[in-house]
T-cell receptor
């Protein structure tokens, strides 16, 4: 595997379900990100983990719970979601150097539909 | 406040022709980076090209080039010799300082490019 992978690619869930999205990066990076992409909206940053420590929350509802067990893996745990949470969820990774040059590399995304 | 503005929601281009996608940005930081990403219908965001604010030359990567006009705060993407596989959504993004020790990446709304045979 190379780059950034995400599973599942598609997910349909009811509002009472609990599910998790998984992201894995094979680039040796030290930072990982979750973004939400809704129709007709710019990408919204949800969470940032740098060196496995969460450094950004961006006021995301508590029904989204991230987990970063190590620098290569990132999870997004979902519970009691709302239909408006239906979106494409993108994971990204980068090598943080605290400069403007960090390029983020994205995974293929998980297309989530909440019924 | 909108940091990245892409004014063209959609564009059509004939195969083998060039197309320019507009991007303007707003920042008070002197050190920043500008990125373009391509998102096909499959969903993956593919990194295309990077331009640093201190770079004196415009960035180029194969058929992609970035027309960087710092005084105008614009970073237009030029795709030369368009191919059918270039049909996708294109996002301009900027990474600049949001606090004393932190940088963030902000995305524009995107431009949909459709290449016609």
């Amino acid at each position: 595997e190379t780059g950034v992978t995400q599973t599942p690619r598609h997910l349909v869930m009811g509002m009472t379900n609990k599910k998790s999205l998984k992201c894995e990066q094979h680039l040796g990076h030290n930072a990982m990100y979750w973004y939400k992409q809704s129709a007709k909206k710019p990408l919204e940053l949800m969470f940032v983990y740098s060196l496995e420590e969460r450094v950004e929350n961006n006021s995301v509802p508590s029904r989204f719970s991230p987990e970063c067990p190590n620098s290569s893996h990132l999870f997004l745990h979902l519970h009691t979601l709302q239909p408006e949470d239906s979106a494409l969820y993108l994971c990204a990774s980068s090598q943080v150097t605290r400069s403007s040059t960090d390029t983020q590399y994205f995974g293929p995304g998980t297309r989530l539909t909440v019924l | 406040a909108q940091k990245i503005t892409q004014t063209q929601p959609g564009m059509f281009v004939q195969e083998k022709e060039a197309v320019t996608l507009d991007c303007t940005y707003d920042t008070s930081d002197q050190s920043y980076g500008l990125f373009w990403y391509k998102q096909p219908s499959s969903g993956e965001m593919i990194f295309l090209i990077y331009q640093g604010s201190y770079d004196e030359q415009n960035a180029t990567e194969g058929r992609y080039s970035l027309n960087f006009q710092k005084a105008r705060k614009s970073a237009n993407l030029v795709i030369s010799a368009s191919q059918l596989g270039d049909s996708a959504m294109y996002f301009c993004a900027m990474r600049d300082r949001t606090s004393s020790n932190d940088y963030k990446l902000s995305f524009g709304a995107g431009t949909t490019v459709t290449v016609r045979a």
